[in-house]
């Protein structure tokens, strides 16, 4: 089973130098589960130094409240001291991260912060952790590690929910608990309005300084560093008790945006790991370790892109036209007849004049849309147009039409227009 886990793991290297702190525990785990188990051998391992951080293998001042072992979503790192946990416990923590990986976690929390402008991280990674808590507990061969949050114990805790967590697994998603423990609200200070920023999605008050710092306090699992963050929000009531429940639980999923591949490439590997999911549970049966189908299995999403595309491909697609008002050429040549001397049906023939297909776009300006996603726009609509040789009219406005301009087929150049707006919309 060595060979098997270090052959998929790293398939180029010698044996002897693919070897890492998880062999012994992933064996265990396809021993009992083949199926479930097996999943970590679709996931990249590494061992880390000790004075490294778990999440981007540099120098780290606060290494030593870092858990044993941590993923960004692709690769699991292990610390040195998860060879000292007993087996059982490192059972316990890979297949923990293993299932982070499966359900997807990283990428969500990165698409979640994407669509509120900002997310708190160690909130999430509590979520995220009673969910993967509650579907592991009922495995008798391994232990998850001590003061673990399960689901059954933040709904009833937080929330105010008592459920089974049967019944809790098929009804609550990272997303949705997340929402409904985070309850901070803006300081009644001056960062009122760089927390309302922050909201929108304002780069420079949600990924710069302020944003670093929230998710490094994140990763330190200190529950006390949370009470008001820099981008001028402070804990509800909700959020406090959510970090002092797991104040003795460190942040493991710490995903990095470097990491993050096109819509396209994040929506098929969703697509991936729910079936591979899926298919393992029904294998392993009592013992799988998803004890339910959840209901945090990853979301297959098609990408706006994708479907732009096939949109316009098919409204865009020169089609050839067909004229009744002559024969096809097959039917002339054959005289209108068959061998045996039949009539043939009437054939049409093909329009060679048909008008060439034209994309008229239309450009709201009027602030809800940063320029990140209009840059990632108009070069979809820019590719599109000169692969199908479209003609293009584009328009330009807010509560008002601002421009308007003619781009002849296959010659559009919307990046280069800087766009002016920022009003109201009507």
């Known amino acids: 089973m060595a060979e098997l886990v270090t052959a998929v793991t790293e398939p180029d290297a010698p044996f002897a130098a693919c070897q890492h702190r998880g062999t012994r525990a992933i064996q265990r785990m396809v021993e009992y589960a083949p199926s479930t188990g097996g999943l970590a051998l679709w996931v990249r391992h590494l061992d ?27 690769t699991i790192r292990y610390s040195p001291g998860f060879e000292a946990l007993p087996l059982a416990e490192q059972v316990g923590w890979v297949a923990h991260e293993v299932l982070h990986i499966a359900l997807r976690h990283a990428p969500r929390f990165l698409a979640l912060q994407t669509r509120l402008g900002q997310a708190d991280l160690q909130l999430f990674n509590v979520c995220a952790d009673a969910i993967v808590n509650s579907a592991l507990a009922h495995l ?5 590690p001590p003061d673990t949050v399960r689901l059954e114990t933040l709904l009833a805790s937080v929330l105010g929910q008592p459920q089974e967590a049967q019944a809790a697994l098929l009804a609550w998603d990272v997303e949705r608990l997340y929402l409904a423990v985070d309850d901070r609200k803006a300081a009644a200070s001056s960062g009122t309005q760089d927390a309302a920023q922050a909201r929108r999605g304002d780069p ?32 509800g009531p909700r959020a406090a008790r959510t970090r002092a429940l797991a104040r003795a639980q460190a942040a493991d999923v710490l995903p990095t945006p470097a990491n993050s591949g096109a819509p396209e490439d994040e929506a098929e590997a969703a697509r991936t790991w729910s079936e591979r999911l899926l298919r393992a549970h029904a294998g392993d049966g009592e013992q799988s370790m998803l004890r339910a189908l959840l209901a945090d299995l990853p979301r297959q999403r098609t990408p706006w892109e994708q479907a732009l595309r096939a949109q316009l491909a098919h409204g865009l697609a020169q089609k050839p036209g067909l004229s009744w008002s002559r024969p096809a050429r097959s039917w002339l040549a054959n005289q209108g007849r068959t061998v045996g001397g039949r009539r043939l049906p009437w054939e049409p023939g093909v329009s060679a004049t048909r008008p060439v297909a034209r994309l008229v776009v239309v450009v709201d300006v009027s602030g809800s849309i940063d320029a990140t996603l209009m ?5 979809e609509i820019e590719a599109i147009s000169r692969r199908l040789e479209a003609a293009l009219v584009l328009v330009v406005g807010d509560e008002q039409v601002q421009l308007v301009q003619t781009f002849e087929p296959g010659r559009s150049d919307l ?12």
């Open 48 to 74: 880390v130094s000790d004075d490294a951080d778990p999440g981007t293998d540099q120098a780290a001042p606060s290494a030593a409240t870092a858990p044993p072992v941590t993923t960004d979503g692709h």
């Open 140 to 144: 008798a061969w391994l232990q998850l």
């Open 204 to 235: 420079d008050k949600s990924s710069g300084e302020g944003s670093g710092q929230s998710q490094q306090n994140g990763a330190t699992g200190n529950p006390s560093t949370h009470a008001s963050t820099s981008q001028g929000l402070q804990d």
């Open 375 to 379: 840059e990632r726009f108009a070069g």
């Open 415 to 426: 990046r280069s227009i800087c766009f002016h707006g920022g009003g109201g919309t009507d």
